[in-house]
């Protein structure tokens, strides 16, 4: 058995099989367990490396070929992997819990094997190919059947779609470049070429506003579940070509234009989060601004770049899965999810509104909790290198900070406050307790990160040196 | 790991109440659960004096690299102090709270335990990452405690509020921690760069727990005085315990803390003598003794940072927690006015050793005003509940309570710490003490000296409420202009900004590379 065929193919079957077989009942327990079974095995089975369980020997090989192509994992991989389809589990997993299992099963396995399938290919720049097949497949998850797609979903595949052409086409020119390094006016126009194409596949400043929209018009998990998944795939390819070309994380301008335009993107978000009165907006808002960290970490001049990264990018996909989830709940019960339509629903749904303050907390970089230990590596080494800008991220995480307070001020505030009681379901108190937990465990020991983060340097070893 | 000890005294009865309530909600048995817990704190705190100084390390935080600052708590003298007041109002909150008649008597015994716990743990904490947990911990257990004991609307803002501040004073502990690693690395409280010592001031100010003015319970409330006064105490000393663990390095701000610290102090002491009673005026209290610590910081003497938060908890504590008419005990509560005089001996005879300058004079009628309160306050207590009916030990509890509180200030006047056994400053202590007893027994005969009737009170607070106001319209205009721009980027015209946005992003990348 190869490896991309367990980590690609496996989970785009599975999908396929539990949209056209399965019903409501089943699927959120079977493609969480498919995702977590193949969590475990990319943590604990090597690939490429024979293993021997009694008489029996095999070994995972680490390659295919398809249609002259190739996808390729290495052990390296194994860590990486093992971090996303666990967290994948999570979210699905907790899809029953917010009343959406089916399609979001399906369709969500099948995104994240084609969005495993843009690390492995080989030569790389097909990746971009593989983020927008991935961004199509996610529509059918946003828009219900017989509904007309709203404009955010339209811009969303617009925004999307733009990126690609602007991805291959820089590729292309930095083979030239690499060529003919001297060639100043080419290196520039692959800069701002490439600069466009990550700045649509970000949803940089002012490209994001489809993220709101969305969160206006669909379910907030599915939305809750592309905002993880994309950005994440994304800051892994952007490290890739960062790794095959080093020398545009070299040249300085080129680094400060990601370092502010992520110093751009977390304080227009955090600032705009402030100051939102629907809830399925601040969660918008807030991924914006965690997006924008990532591109902090990615503009960093420190060797210690791919730590700092990834100590931000593994807990988010357990803050957001915990917040939509706590959102879905919520939604039930006020419809509009306006600030004003929630008052007093702390005493109703306890567990859920709580379980929402701690993760809109966490991607604040409230102590305590798993946003904290990334935040602070982030400001160390950004004050080390730029104080204003460490000073800006500061605000702009202040802002989530404030739209937060007012959440929770909402949730408490009632003239009349009804008795506490406790209206989730057993399974929903459970997902949310655990995600809460989580976050706890991840904020007071960033340690347990550790075996997913030991190996990065492998992967990436050119931005390691 | 000797640090842990005695907060697990107040740890396990807390989750053990939380376990009784929840199995076995009529059980007798809470109370002295509290309290044997507390008691083996308080106790199990002075096992510290034997071993130190010593340091407890967790763990550390991995990747090594990008976490340098591992999480520590160092017992040494000022954070012994410190726990032990700590330690000591919350076993004296429970021995007095035997009196008391409060109807969810266990979720208050709870809140002050964790309260004490983690209050104890922020006074130990060895370098701001650390301190900074400790404080989100507490601010927590506030938030919750306050929560789920609050009735109304407005309560339950005012305990957003009052989490809000304290967040804020949070993130400034946190900008003087990153700023620093612009100069290189980290600190711990042993070397605080002069950087961050401006922002470790403003920091503690605002974590004082003063803002809002009143907390979220209602004036009847018997929650006010008991569990109130852990919610006002403990989070202030946990503040103030910041500024006594290290010296803060004269920068070009310290002139104007200064400043605000003796304008907040003269505010205070005035508000404080004049408050119609003790509980009316422990805000001011708080401003007062508070604003006094950070002058004696600034001025160049920890230890005299830290002896004010420990008379801020001692001295303040037993006026707080006195709710019986008793002539001994009242007379016995004017032991707290000797913690306050910084004569010898004294709990507070170190405030005074630094270099006070041109502040003397402000620090000086401060003082004098706060003692001379206090005094007032300790022959007039406003409770008004009775030992007589009550059951023998609840009549043997109470007075154990409010002594305790005063042996423990007479005791930090003499052992443990750098603090005990001083002369002081002898110029500063007889005067401040002399003025105080001018203004006690002038306060019998001049109007302007007696409590503020009860509107001038409430115009403070109408003025913090004024200055909500104005940061909530402030707040509404930005509202407005975000939506504005929100609108423009996700209208019709959307894609039209975005082009023009990404033109000018690209005109100026193009520029810088070139």
């Known amino acids: 058995m190869s490896a991309?065929?367990?980590?690609?193919?496996?989970?785009?079957?599975?999908?396929?099989?539990?949209?056209?077989?399965?019903?409501?009942k089943y699927a959120s327990q079977i493609g969480g367990a498919i995702a977590a079974i193949l969590s475990l095995i990319a943590l604990f089975i090597p690939i490429d490396a024979a293993m021997l369980i009694g008489s029996v020997s095999f070994k995972i090989s680490p390659a295919i070929q398809v249609f002259g192509r190739a996808f390729e994992f290495t052990s390296a991989d194994g860590p990486l992997l093992a971090a996303i389809f666990g967290i994948s589990a999570i979210w699905f997993f907790g899809a029953d819990a917010a009343g959406m299992a089916h399609r979001f099963v399906s369709l969500g396995l099948m995104i994240v094997s084609l969005l495993t399938a843009s690390i492995a290919v080989e030569p790389f720049l097909y990746a971009a190919l593989l983020l927008e097949v991935a961004a199509m497949l996610v529509v059918p998850l946003l828009v219900p059947l017989h509904q007309k797609p709203g404009r955010g979903v339209a811009r969303f595949l617009v925004y999307q779609t733009f990126a690609m052409p602007f991805i291959l086409f820089s590729g292309w020119m930095l083979a030239g470049v690499e060529a003919n390094p001297g060639d100043l006016r080419t290196a520039l126009q692959s800069g701002v070429t490439l600069s466009l194409g990550f700045a649509f596949l970000f949803a940089v400043f002012p490209l994001y506003s489809w993220i709101p929209q969305l969160m206006d018009e669909s379910t907030p998990y599915a939305v809750g579940f592309l905002l993880w998944a994309l950005p994440v795939f994304t800051v892994i390819f952007a490290l890739g070509f960062l790794d095959r070309y080093v020398w545009l994380k070299n040249t300085s301008q080129i680094a400060d234009a990601i370092l502010y335009a992520g110093v751009i993107m977390t304080v227009t978000g955090g600032l705009l989060c402030a100051l939102q009165r629907h809830l399925g907006r601040i969660f918008g808002y807030a991924a914006i601004a965690e997006t924008g960290l990532f591109l902090i970490a990615l503009g960093?001049?420190?060797?210690?770049?791919?730590?700092?990264?990834?100590?931000?990018?593994?807990?988010?996909?357990?803050?957001?899965?915990?917040?939509?989830?706590?959102?879905?709940?919520?939604?039930?019960?006020?419809?509009?999810?306006?600030?004003?339509?929630?008052?007093?629903?702390?005493?109703?749904?306890?567990?859920?509104?709580?379980?929402?303050?701690?993760?809109?907390?966490?991607?604040?970089?409230?102590?305590?909790?798993?946003?904290?230990?990334?935040?602070?590596?982030?400001?160390?080494?950004?004050?080390?290198?730029?104080?204003?800008?460490?000073?800006?991220?500061?605000?702009?995480?202040?802002?989530?900070l404030v739209a937060a307070l007012r959440s929770l001020a909402s949730f408490v505030m009632a003239d009349a406050p009804p008795r506490w009681e406790l209206n989730e379901t057993r399974r929903q108190a459970a997902m949310l307790g655990i995600g809460a937990f989580g976050l706890f465990l991840i904020g007071l020991f960033p340690q347990v990160l550790q075996p997913f983060l030991s190996s990065l340097p492998a992967l990436f070893e050119h931005i390691a040196q | 790991m000797l640090i842990l000890i005695p907060c697990l005294f107040l740890f396990v009865p807390a989750l053990a109440l939380v376990i009784l309530r929840a199995t076995q909600p009529n059980a007798r048995y809470g109370w002295l659960v509290a309290t044997g817990g507390a008691a083996l704190g308080f106790f199990g705190v002075f096992a510290w004096l034997a071993v130190m100084p010593f340091d407890w390390i967790l763990p550390a935080w991995q990747p090594l690299a990008v976490f340098p600052t591992p999480i520590s708590f160092r017992a040494d003298g000022v954070s012994w102090a410190l726990a032990t007041s700590i330690f000591a109002l919350i076993l004296s909150i429970l021995l007095t709270g035997a009196i008391r008649r409060v109807s969810v008597h266990s979720f208050s015994w709870i809140g002050a335990l964790a309260l004490g716990g983690f209050g104890a743990l922020a006074v130990a904490a060895n370098n701001p990452v650390t301190l900074v947990l400790m404080w989100s911990s507490l601010d927590l257990a506030e938030l919750l405690a306050q929560l789920s004991s609050a009735q109304s609307a407005r309560n339950n803002e005012r305990a957003v509020i009052s989490f809000a501040t304290r967040i804020a004073g949070s993130a400034f502990l946190l900008w003087s921690y990153i700023t620093s690693f612009s100069n290189g690395s980290g600190y711990t409280f042993q070397s605080i760069p002069s950087s961050a010592g401006a922002y470790l001031v403003i920091a503690v100010g605002l974590r004082l727990g003063v803002f809002p003015l009143h907390l979220p319970y209602d004036a009847g409330s018997a929650l006010r005085r008991g569990f109130g006064t852990a919610l006002r105490l403990v989070g202030a000393v946990a503040s103030l315990g910041a500024l006594g663990r290290g010296l803060i390095v004269?920068?070009?701000?310290?002139?104007?803390?200064?400043?605000?610290?003796?304008?907040?102090?003269?505010?205070?002491?005035?508000?404080?003598?004049?408050?119609?009673?003790?509980?009316?005026?422990?805000?001011?209290?708080?401003?007062?003794?508070?604003?006094?610590?950070?002058?004696?910081?600034?001025?160049?003497?920890?230890?005299?940072?830290?002896?004010?938060?420990?008379?801020?908890?001692?001295?303040?504590?037993?006026?707080?927690?006195?709710?019986?008419?008793?002539?001994?005990?009242?007379?016995?509560?004017?032991?707290?006015?000797?913690?306050?005089?910084?004569?010898?001996?004294?709990?507070t005879a170190s405030a005074w050793t630094g270099s006070l300058g041109f502040f003397?004079?402000?620090?000086?009628?401060?003082?004098?005003?706060?003692?001379?309160?206090?005094?007032?306050?300790?022959?007039?207590?406003?409770?008004?509940?009775?030992?007589?009916?009550?059951?023998?030990?609840?009549?043997?509890?109470?007075?154990?309570?409010?002594?305790?509180?005063?042996?423990?200030?007479?005791?930090?006047?003499?052992?443990?710490?750098?603090?005990?056994?001083?002369?002081?400053?002898?110029?500063?202590?007889?005067?401040?003490?002399?003025?105080?007893?001018?203004?006690?027994?002038?306060?019998?005969?001049?109007?302007?000296?007696?409590?503020?009737?009860?509107h001038w009170v409430s115009a403070a607070g109408s003025g913090i409420n004024g200055m909500y106001q104005g940061l909530w319209s402030m707040y509404r205009g930005l509202?407005?202009?975000?939506?504005?721009?929100?609108?423009?980027?996700?209208?019709?015209?959307?894609?039209?900004?975005?082009?023009?946005?990404?033109a000018l992003f690209i005109s100026i990348i193009a520029g810088g590379i070139q």
């Open chain 2, 479 to 502: 509202a407005r202009l975000g939506l504005a721009v929100t609108d423009a980027l996700e209208g019709e015209g959307g894609i039209m900004w975005t082009l023009l946005f990404m």
């Open chain 2, 360 to 454: 003397f004079p402000f620090a000086l009628a401060a003082q004098a005003l706060m003692t001379a309160g206090f005094v007032r306050h300790a022959l007039r207590p406003s409770g008004d509940d009775s030992l007589a009916d009550q059951p023998a030990w609840a009549r043997g509890a109470y007075p154990a309570g409010i002594v305790l509180l005063l042996i423990v200030q007479l005791l930090l006047g003499f052992l443990g710490w750098d603090s005990a056994l001083q002369i002081g400053n002898l110029i500063f202590a007889p005067a401040a003490s002399l003025l105080a007893l001018g203004l006690v027994w002038g306060s019998r005969r001049f109007r302007v000296l007696n409590p503020a009737r009860a």
């Open chain 1, 300 to 400: 960093l001049r420190t060797p210690n770049l791919l730590d700092i990264a990834f100590l931000a990018l593994l807990p988010r996909g357990l803050e957001l899965s915990l917040w939509a989830l706590a959102l879905s709940i919520i939604k039930r019960k006020a419809y509009r999810l306006k600030l004003s339509d929630v008052q007093g629903l702390a005493r109703v749904y306890p567990v859920a509104t709580g379980a929402l303050i701690i993760a809109h907390l966490s991607m604040a970089g409230f102590p305590l909790l798993a946003g904290f230990p990334s935040r602070l590596a982030l400001w160390q080494a950004l004050s080390a290198q730029s104080l204003s800008a460490a000073l800006w991220a500061f605000l702009g995480l202040s802002g989530l």
């Open chain 2, 250 to 347: 004269p920068s070009g701000a310290t002139p104007f803390l200064a400043f605000f610290a003796s304008v907040a102090a003269l505010y205070g002491g005035w508000m404080w003598l004049r408050s119609p009673d003790e509980l009316t005026g422990r805000p001011y209290w708080m401003i007062g003794i508070a604003a006094l610590s950070v002058l004696s910081a600034l001025s160049g003497s920890p230890t005299g940072a830290a002896a004010w938060a420990c008379a801020l908890i001692l001295a303040g504590g037993a006026l707080f927690l006195s709710s019986v008419q008793d002539a001994r005990l009242n007379r016995a509560l004017l032991g707290g006015a000797w913690s306050l005089s910084s004569l010898p001996f004294s709990l």
């Open chain 1, 4 to 24: 991309p065929i367990i980590w690609i193919a496996l989970p785009f079957i599975a999908g396929t099989l539990i949209l056209f077989l399965l019903g409501d």
